[in-house]
C-alpha cells in the first residue's frame, strides 16, 4: 500500500527494481481517494513468484511535483539478479546504483570495479540493501564498467555487470548587467567555459522565452551567446537567465538588470471605512529605480485638515513592504486624514491623501459559560450584544443553526435594552442531546462576535452492556460495563433472570449490587436449561431501561432416562437394524450427541459380554444397522444416549435373531462309486450345524465330464433332501467332477471340493471307419479306426473276412493289439472278393462291428494309403504323430505337404520336423504356427494316393482388453473383451489387483461367462492397478495391461465459511469441527495439536468427532498457534490458525510483539531444522526420481503394445512357407541395454557385471561333443529377465520350462530364432581352434578418413541358432512371452534410424479394415535351415502396411558414418557361422585363398542353392577402397524347386521382386562344386560375429566409409502399423 497526499490529489504509479509493473492477472493495481484527501493506492501481487521480488517504488505525482517511497519485498527462492541497463552519471553530482537482486535468502551483495571490490575512496559507499552511491563523480575515475556480485552459497555466487558513463555538464563564466537608464545600449555576452558538446545555450527573462520583437536581440555560436538592447526602456527591467545545456546536465547563471525610474502611484489611496477593533489597511503603492521610500502622516478630525503629523509605527500600526499602512487594530481616535509621500532622489516627491471613517461592529457583551438542565425539563439560555445597527442575534446548537419554524422544541425572543440588545433561547423540554455547547452570534454590517454556552442535560443512565463470560451446569458468571451514566453518578446495580419460555413476571432478582462491582455470579440454575437475562443501573436521576436481554444456556448434564421404543429388526444374515426414539426431553439435560448400542451373543457358549458400537445423533428417530454378526444367530441389544457430558442410563434388552444365509461349510464325507458304466452314486453327510448359517432346504449335486483331450463336457446338476443321490445317464467310462453343496431359504451354500470318478468300461461302439486295400495277388491290407466312443480300454481288435462265394459257413477271424489299426491278410484267390469287417474288444465284451468293405486282391498293387485323414488337435509344446501308412508294390514314396493359401509346401526333415519309415509325419513340440492342412501322397509305379490331415494347435489364449466402466467410493467396476481363446474354450479368468504404490497382489477367479466383475470394498479414494488373464485347458493366457482406477473420494478440507472457535474464555476454547468436510471419504481421524506461542513443545489431541471439541487448561491472556489434520482413507488435509484466550477479567490481548530473544530461538531452530529439512528433501527428490523412472518405463511398456503387435505375429506361419518374390533382408536390429547376462555350460553359470561392454567366451565355455554332422558347436546365452509387476520387461527366451538348454550341445550353424517367446542365443564356435571369443556390445562410428572409432551406444547381438529344436521348438509361458513390448520398441527405433541414415525411401503402401487374424502379410528372410517365417497382422482394425527400401545406388556415398558393429578379436574362422543374409548380401572383402572354414556339409550346400536362387543379383565380393569390384562365378544352376508366389511391391522395389527361382526339377544339391561352397563362406572382414539376422544396421549397404556399389537385389522391409 502507498499513501500520499496533496493538492490536487496526485497520481500514483509502481514500479520494480526501476521498471514499470506490467498490468497482468498478476499484478492489479487498484486507486481510491479517502474523506481526507488523501490518495491510497494498493499493489496486489497474486501467487509471487521469484520474478516479483526486488524494490518497489511507487511515485506520486501532481501538477506540482512528485515524491515517491521504495522498499524491498524478497520472495524466497533461487536468488537471481535481473538485467541492469547502464547508466549514465553527471560529473560532480551523486550516483545510485541498485543491485537488482532477486529470490531469498541471499549471503551478501559485493560490488566491483577493475576487480577491486568497493568502496575503496571516500567518495564511494555500499548499503546494506546493495545499492552503490558514488559521491561527486568524476569522469576518469568513476567511468567504466561495476560488477554485482551476489553470494548465494557460501561457495556459490552469482553476478551481473553494469556500465557506468560520466557526462561533464557546461560551466557558464560569471557575467554581469551594468546600471542602464532609459535609452542606453546594451551588450551582455554568456560563454561556456568548459563542458560536453553539443552545447545548447538559450536565454530567459523571468523565466519565459524572450519573444522576438521586443527590443532584444540574441546571437549564438557554438559556445556562446549575446544578448543586445538597442533601447533600454522600463519593460527591459527584470532577470535575464543564460541557460547552457548537453547530455549531461542544463545549467544556467541570472543576472538582473536594472532602469533607473523616478516614483509614481501604481495604487492611489483612497477614502474608506475602517471597522472596529479589526484590521484596517491603507492602499497605497509606488514604484521606481531606486525603490521609492513611502511616509505616512495624519490629520486628526473630520472637518478640512490642517496640520499633517508623522504616524509614529508602533506594534498596532506598520507599514506594509508594499507601501500599504497597516491598521491591526481600527480605533474610533483613527478617525481622521491620511497622506501617502514618496521620494527616490529621481525626480520629484509625490504625494496623495484620504479619508478614514470607523465603524462599530456587533459585539457579544455577556452570557453564562456553563448551565445545568434536567431531562424533559424546560430551560432557557440568555445572550447580550451592542454594535452598529441593526444587529440580528443567530443561535447555533454545536454547528447546526437553530431554526424555531423547523424544530418546535426550539424558542428564540430578541428585545432592545438601550444601546444593547437581549435574545433568549428556550428549549422545551431539554434532551439528552442537548448536552452541548450552544452559541449566540450577533452579526451586524461591520462583524458578528459569538459566545459558547455549554449545556449539560442529567437524566437516568443508559442499562449497562452485560456479556457472560463462563457458564456451567448449574451456574454462570456475569460481567458488565456501565456506558453512559446520565450526567450523573451510578449508585448502583440490578439483576434479573428467568427461563427463556417464562414471562419477566416469574423473574428472578439480585438488587442493589455495589458501583464498584462489575461482574457477579448466578447459582442454582437448572443444567441444560436456556436462561434469559438483563440488568439496571441507577443514578440520583433514576433508574436506567433494562440492558439488552442475554440468552444463555448452561452446560449440558449426563442424560438422566433412557432411549425409549427400542425394536429390533433382521435385516440380513448378518445384520440387524435398531431403531429407537430419544429420552424424554426434561430427561436429556443437553443435545444427545450420538447414542451407545450395546450388543451380544445369547446363545450357549456366548461370553455374555457386550460389543459397544457409537453413532451420532440425527433426530428424534435413529436407525442403526449392526453388521458383521454371526448368522442365524440370536443377539440382545441395549442403547444409552450421550451427550457432550456423559452417558445416560441404558434401555432394557430386547432380543433378535439374524436372518438365515447360506451354509459356510460344504457336506462333509462326500463319496462316490461307479456302480455302472453309465451309473454312479454319490453319497455324503450333513455339514456341521454350526455352519448352516439357517434351515436346511436340501442339496444340489453338480458334476460334469472331462474327456481325454483336457475339454469340459457340459455342467449339469441334480437337487434332492436326501443324503445320497444315483447319477444316471452318465457317458461310459468317462472321467466326471462332482461337487456337492447345501441351500437354506437364503441360497447354494459352497461347493465341496472336486471329487474325481470314473464311470466302468462297457462294450465299445463300432471302429470309426474302415477301408480295405490289395497288396498283392495274394492279400489285402485293411484298416480301421479306434471307435468314437471306445467304452472302456481297447483290448485288442477282430478282423473278420468272409467270402460270400465260397461257401464258407462262417468268416474267417484275426486279432490283433490294440495299438495296430492295420492288418494284412495272406493267401488270398485272387480274384475272389472278400467281405472285411472289424470289431473293437474291451474287458466287457466284443462291441458293435464296423461297415463292411469288399476288396478283392489284384496282381498290380498301386500305392494304397492305409491311415485315415481327418482332423487332429492337439495343445502346442506336445509332440504329434500324424500316420501315413501305405501299401503298394513297389514300395510306394511317401511325400508330405502343408497347404499354404494356393500352394502346398514340401514338408522337411529337421530338428522339428521327422519323417518315419512307416511315413508317419513327427511334429515336435508343436506351436501355432503348425496348425494347418498337411496331404500325405503316396506313390508307385501304378498310381498315387493320398490323405489330408487338419492339425489344430490349442495355444493359451490371448490377452483380454480390459477397461473401467464405473467407480464409487468403494468399488470398480470392470469390463473386458475377451482375446482368441487359442482353440481351446476359455476355463474362467483371474483378475488381480493392488493398491497403486503396492506391489502386493490379489486375485480373484472369475467364471467363464462373466464379461465383467466388481470390485468391491475398496478403499475410499485410491488409485488401483487392475490386470486380468484368461485360462484353457493348455493354460493362463497373456496377461492384459495393466490398467488404473481410482474410487471416488479425496482428502479432507477444512471450509473458511465455517467459524472455528465457538467460545473462548481465559482457560478453555470451545471447537466447532463442523468446518471439516470429508471429501468423500468418511474422516477416520481428527488430529488437534496446540502451544503458545514462543514454545516448542505441541499439545496433542485426537478426536473421531467432526462437531465439537473443547481445549482445556489453558494460559490466560496467552496468544496459541493451532494446527488441525483430518484424515481419512484418501489422505489428511491440514489447517493451521492462531487464537488468543482472554485476560482475567474477560478482555482481550493485543497481539503478541516479537520478543527480544526470538531472533536467537528462530536462528537455533534454523541451525537445527536445516540438515533435517535438506536430508529429507534428498530423500524425496530421490524417491521423485525413481518414481518418475519407474513410470517412464511403464509408460514406454505401454506405448509399445501396438508396436509390438505390429512386430510380432500372434502365430507364425509354418516354416515351409513360401516367400513372395525374393528374400528380403534382415528385419529388425534389437538394441538392448545393458544387462546382466548369464553364460550357462555343463559347470554351471557364469555372473557378468553390468557394465562390462565385452564379454570373453573361451574355449571352455563350448561343447567339445561335436555331433560328426556338424561342423560348429554352441553355448547358450541367456538375458535375465528385468522383473516387473507382471514378470520380465525384457524376454528373449525359447527354453521350455523344465529343460536345460545347455544339456542338447549339437548345434548344426550359427543361427537362432527369435520370436515372441525368445529370450535364448546361441553362440557358436567353428572346430578350428581359437584362444577365445568375444561377445561385444559396442557399437561403433568408423570414421571414413582417421579410422577413429567412437562408442555411441550400447547393443547386443547374438548369431541366429539353426539348432530349431532348441530355437523353436520350446517355449516360456505367455505371460514371460508378453513381456518383449520394450525390447521391440527400441527395435522399431533402429529400425527408423537405419532408414534414415540410409536415406532409404518410406512410404505407406497399403491400409486396411482387419476384423480377423486371417489377413496377413509376409516379409520374407533367409534362413540356412532351409525355412521361412512369416508375420501375421494382429486382430486389430485400421491397419497400414508400409516398405522401407535401401537408398538408390548414387546415395551410397551418403551413409559414410552409419553406426555399424565392429568385431573384436575375431579371427576368419568365425566368419563361417555368420548369417547366410550377410553372406549373401554386397559386402565387399580381398579375395581370400586359404579357406578358414571346413568343407560345408551336402546339406548346408544346397540350402545355399537355394538362397542363390532367391539372391541371384548378389555378388559376393571385396574391395579396397579405390579398388574395383572383383566378379565371382555365377551360381551353379542345380536349385531346389518350391512353389512360388508374387508379393506385389512398390514401385520403387520393383528389382528386387525380379529374380527368382527356377520351377525346373533340379539335380541334389550336393553336386555342387566345393568352390562355389567355399566362396559362399567368405564374408565381409568388417561384420560382427555373430550379427543378429534381425539387424538391419548390420547390411549397411552404404558402410563403414568404403566406396562399394549397390546390388540389384535390393531388399525391401514391411512393417505393420497398428
Known sequence: MCAAKGAPPPTVTWALDDEPIPRDSGH?????????????????????????????????????????????????????????????????????????????????????????????????????????????????????????????????????????????????QPFEFPPASIGQLLYIPCVVSSGDMPIHITWRKDGHVILSGSGVTIESKEFMSSLQISSVSLKHNGNYTCIASNDAAT?????????????????????????????????????????????????????????????????????????????????????????????????????????????????????????????????????????????????????????????????????????????????????????????????????EDRGLIQLTVQEPPDPPELEIREVKARSMNLRWTQRFDGNSIITGFDIEYKNKSDSWDFKQSTRNISPTINQANIVDLHPASVYSIRMYSFNKIGRSEPSKELTISTEEAAPDGPPMDVTLQPMTSQSIQVTWKAPKKELQNGVIRGYQIGYRENSPGSNGQYSIVEMKATGDSEVYTLDNLKKFAQYGVVVQAFNRAGTGPSSSEINATTLEDVPSQPPENVRAISITSDVAVISWSEPPRSTLNGVLKGYRVIFWSLYMDGEWGEMQNITTTRERVELRGMEKFTNYSVQVLAYTQAGDGVRSSVLYIQTKEDIPGPPAGIKAVPSSASSVVVSWLPPAKPNGIIRKYTIFCSSPGSGQPAPSEYETSPDQLFYRIAHLNRGQQYMLWVAAVTSAGRGNISEKVTIEPAGKAPAKIISFGGTVTTPWMKDVRLPCNSVGEPVPAIKWTKDSEDSAIPVTVDGHRLIQANGTLVLRSVKAEDSGYYTCTATNTWGFDTIIINLLVQVPPDQPRLTVSKTSASSITLAWIPGDNGGSSIRGFVLQYSVDNSEEWKDVFISSSERSFKLESLKCGTWYKVKLAAKNSVGAGRISEIIEAKTHGREPSFSKDQHLFTHINSTHARLNLQGWSSGGCPITAIVLEYRPKGNWVWQSLRTNSSSEVFLTELREATWYELRMKACNSAGCGNETTQFATLDYDGSTIPPIKSAQGEGDDVKKLFTIACPVILATLGVALLFIIR??????????????????????????????????????????????????????????????????????????????????????????????????????????????????????????????????????????????????????????????????????????????????????????????????????????????????????????????????????????????????????????????????????????????????????????????????????????????????????????????????????????????????????????????????????????????????????????????????????????????????????????TSGVGRSQKQGAGAYSKSYTLV
Open 1187 to 1596: 518414481k518418475k523412472r519407474k513410470e517412464k518405463r511403464l509408460k514406454r511398456l505401454r506405448d509399445a503394445k501396438s508396436l509390438a503387435e505390429m512386430l510380432i505375429s500372434k502365430n507364425n506361419r509354418s516354416f515351409d512357407t513360401p516367400v513372395k518374390g525374393p528374400p528380403q533382408g534382415p528385419r529388425l536390429h534389437i538394441d538392448i541395454p545393458r544387462v546382466q547376462l548369464l553364460i550357462e555350460d555343463k559347470e554351471g553359470i557364469k555372473q557378468l557385471g553390468d557394465d562390462k561392454a565385452t564379454i570373453p567366451v573361451t574355449d571352455t565355455e563350448f561343447s567339445q561333443a561335436v555331433n560328426p554332422q556338424s561342423f560348429c558347436t554352441g553355448v547358450s546365452l541367456h538375458h535375465p529377465a528385468l522383473i516387473q509387476n507382471t514378470g520380465p520387461l525384457i524376454d528373449m527366451s525359447d527354453i521350455r520350462p523344465g529343460t536345460n538348454p545347455v544339456s542338447r550341445k549339437s548345434v548344426k550353424s550359427a543361427h537362432s530364432t527369435r520370436n515372441r517367446y525368445s529370450s535364448q542365443w546361441t553362440l557358436t564356435k567353428c572346430q578350428a581352434s581359437t584362444p577365445a571369443r568375444t561377445l561385444t556390445s559396442d557399437w561403433r562410428t568408423v570414421g571414413s578418413q582417421h579410422g577413429i572409432t567412437v562408442t555411441e551406444s550400447d547393443s547386443y547381438s547374438a548369431s541366429l541358432s539353426q539348432d530349431t529344436d532348441k530355437g523353436r521348438n520350446s517355449m516360456v509361458s505367455t505371460e514371460s512371452a508378453s513381456s518383449t513390448y520394450e525390447e521391440l520398441a527400441r527395435a522399431y527405433e533402429h529400425a527408423k534410424l537405419e532408414e534414415q541414415l540410409q536415406h532409404a525411401k518410406f512410404e505407406i503402401t497399403e491400409c486396411f479394415i482387419s476384423d480377423s487374424s486371417s489377413d496377413q502379410m509376409t516379409t520374407g528372410t533367409t534362413d540356412n535351415a532351409d525355412s521361412m517365417t512369416s508375420m501375421s497382422t494382429p486382430s486389430e482394425p485400421g491397419i497400414c502396411r508400409f516398405t522401407a527400401s535401401p537408398p538408390k545406388p548414387q546415395d551410397s556415398e551418403r551413409g559414410k558414418s552409419v553406426a555399424v558393429p565392429i568385431p573384436h578379436r575375431a579371427s576368419k574362422s568365425d566368419y563361417c557361422n555368420l548369417p547366410l543374409y550377410v553372406k549373401s548380401e554386397a559386402f565387399f572383402r580381398k579375395p581370400d585363398t586359404h579357406e578358414p572354414c571346413p568343407v560345408v556339409p551336402p546339406r548346408e550346400a544346397s540350402i545355399r542353392n537355394l538362397a542363390r536362387a532367391y539372391h541371384a543379383q548378389a555378388r559376393h565380393m571385396t574391395l579396397e577402397p579405390g579398388s574395383k569390384p572383383l566378379g565371382l562365378p555365377p551360381p551353379a544352376s542345380a536349385t531346389t524347386t518350391l512353389p512360388q508366389r508374387t508379393l506385389p511391391m512398390p514401385s520403387t522395389t520393383s528389382t528386387a521382386a525380379a529374380p527368382t527361382a527356377s520351377a525346373a526339377p533340379a539335380p541334389p544339391a550336393t553336386t555342387e562344386p566345393p568352390a562355389a561352397a567355399a566362396a559362399e563362406a567368405r564374408v565381409p572382414t568388417h561384420s560382427k560375429v555373430g550379427g543378429s539376422r534381425d539387424s538391419l544396421l548390420e547390411m549397411s
Open 251 to 447: 545549467v544556467s547563471r541570472e543576472r538582473q538588470l536594472i532602469v533607473r525610474v523616478p516614483p509614481r502611484f501604481v495604487v492611489q489611496p483612497n477614502n474608506q471605512d475602517g471597522i472596529y477593533g479589526k484590521a484596517g489597511v491603507l492602499n497605497c503603492s509606488v514604484d521606481g529605480y531606486p525603490p521609492p521610500k513611502v511616509m505616512w502622516k495624519h490629520a486628526k478630525g473630520s472637518g478640512n485638515p490642517q496640520q499633517y503629523h508623522p504616524i509614529p509605527l508602533t506594534g498596532r500600526i506598520q507599514i506594509l513592504p508594499n507601501s500599504s499602512l497597516l491598521i491591526r487594530h481600527v480605533l474610533e481616535e483613527d478617525i481622521g486624514y491620511y497622506l501617502c509621500q514618496a521620494s527616490n532622489g529621481v525626480g520629484t516627491d509625490i504625494s496623495k491623501s484620504m479619508f478614514l471613517t470607523v465603524k462599530i461592529p456587533a459585539m457579544i457583551t455577556s452570557h453564562p459559560n456553563t448551565t445545568i438542565a434536567i431531562k424533559g425539563q424546560t430551560k432557557e439560555l440568555n445572550c447580550t450584544a451592542r454594535g452598529e445597527r441593526p444587529i440580528i442575534i443567530r443561535w447555533e446548537k454545536g454547528d447546526t443553526v437553530i431554526d424555531p419554524d423547523r424544530n418546535m422544541r426550539y424558542a428564540i425572543t430578541t428585545k432592545d435594552n438601550g444601546d444593547e440588545v437581549i435574545s433568549t433561547l428556550k428549549l422545551k423540554p431539554a434532551d439528552r442531546g442537548d448536552s452541548v455547547f450552544f452559541s449566540c452570534h450577533a452579526i451586524n454590517s461591520y462583524g
Open 28 to 172: 492489479r493495481t487498484n486507486q481510491y481517494t479517502m474523506s481526507d484527501g488523501t490518495t491510497v493506492s494498493h499493489m496486489n501481487v497474486t501467487s509471487p513468484q521469484i520474478k516479483d521480488g526486488g524494490v518497489y517504488r511507487c511515485t506520486a505525482r501532481n501538477s506540482v511535483g512528485s515524491a515517491e517511497y521504495q522498499a524491498r519485498i524478497n520472495v524466497r527462492g533461487p536468488p537471481s539478479i535481473r538485467a541492469m541497463k547502464n547508466i549514465t552519471a553527471v560529473a560532480g553530482r551523486d550516483t545510485f546504483i541498485n543491485c537488482r537482486v532477486i529470490g531469498y535468502p541471499y549471503y551478501s551483495i559485493k560490488w566491483y570495479k577493475d576487480s577491486l571490490l568497493l568502496p575503496d575512496n571516500h567518495r564511494q559507499v555500499v548499503f546494506e540493501n546493495g545499492t552503490l552511491k558514488l559521491m561527486d563523480v568524476q569522469k576518469g575515475m568513476d567511468e567504466g564498467e561495476y560488477l554485482c556480485s551476489v553470494l548465494i552459497q557460501p561457495q556459490l555466487s552469482i553476478s551481473q555487470s553494469v556500465h557506468v558513463t560520466v557526462k561533464v555538464p557546461p560551466l557558464i
